[in-house]
T-cell receptor, first 107, second 114 residues
Framework: AQRVTQPEKLLSVFKGAPVELKCNYS??????LFWYVQYSRQRLQLLLR??SRESIKGFTADLNKGETSFHLKKPFAQEEDSAMYYC?????????FGTGTRLQVFP | EAGVVQSPRYKIIEKKQPVAFWCNPI?????LYWYLQNLGQGPELLIR????????DSQLPKDRFSAERLKGVDSTLKIQPAELGDSAVYLC????????????FGPGTRLTVL
């Protein structure tokens, strides 16, 4: 089965605190994983993809095939990071999204 | 660049009525997607077009849903008749030349069926 699991619906932190948004996947092949973000009143957009191995807006995500995870991390959260975050897996023929985690960063 | 354009942004209809959503992709993007996003869920693919050809419509409920992309540019998604359970956000996305390129999403159409 091809599946993406985001166990947390809501994650609340204070500004400056570390953030980790969890994502686990189920896929029998070689996975390609993404994080998408949706800021308030804006459209869904790509944040980063694992093959790029890049840091975007201070966020990084490492693919761990042993744990089938692709957690999104940021060492110091900012208020502007508050948004809905979706983990996605490129399955056999389409993108499969998780249910999303809402990140709230308090001042 | 306007990005992916969708209209209407909001639609409220009574059950059993028909409804149509329109999408204009980014210029030059040959691949167009329609997604369904239920409340509290991530987007789920309904149909993918490569130019005017529907190459993946396996998740489209064909008894009431239909889609077209006649000239390989803009697209229309229709529901007839609508049911209460169709209340959701309908997202359109586009990408260059196939599904392996970055998808750019539109703002979505929020449908409420009463």
């Amino acid at each position: 089965a091809q599946r993406v699991t985001q166990p947390e619906k809501l994650l609340s932190v204070f500004k400056g605190a570390p953030v980790e948004l969890k994502c686990n996947y189920s896929y029998s092949g070689s996975p390609e994983l993404f994080w998408y973000v949706q800021y308030s009143r804006q459209r869904l957009q790509l944040l980063l993809r694992h093959i790029s191995r890049e840091s975007i807006k201070g966020f990084t995500a490492d693919l761990n095939k042993g744990e089938t995870s692709f957690h999104l991390k940021k060492p110091f959260a900012q208020e502007e990071d508050s948004a809905m975050y979706y983990c996605a897996l490129r399955g056999t023929d389409k993108l499969i999204f998780g249910t999303g985690t809402r990140l709230q960063v308090f001042p | 660049e306007a990005g992916v354009v969708q209209s209407p942004r909001y639609k409220i209809i009574e059950k059993k009525q028909p409804v149509a959503f329109w999408c204009n992709p980014i210029s030059g993007h040959n691949t167009l997607y329609w997604y369904l996003q239920n409340l509290g869920q991530g987007p789920e693919l309904l149909i993918r077009y490569e130019n005017e050809e529907a190459v993946d419509d396996s998740q489209l409920p064909k008894d009431r849903f239909s889609a077209e992309r006649l000239k390989g540019v803009d697209s229309t998604l229709k529901i007839q008749p609508a049911e209460l359970g169709d209340s959701a956000v309908y997202l359109c996305a586009s990408s260059r030349d196939g599904q392996y390129n970055e998808q750019f999403f539109g703002p979505g159409t929020r449908l409420t069926v009463l």
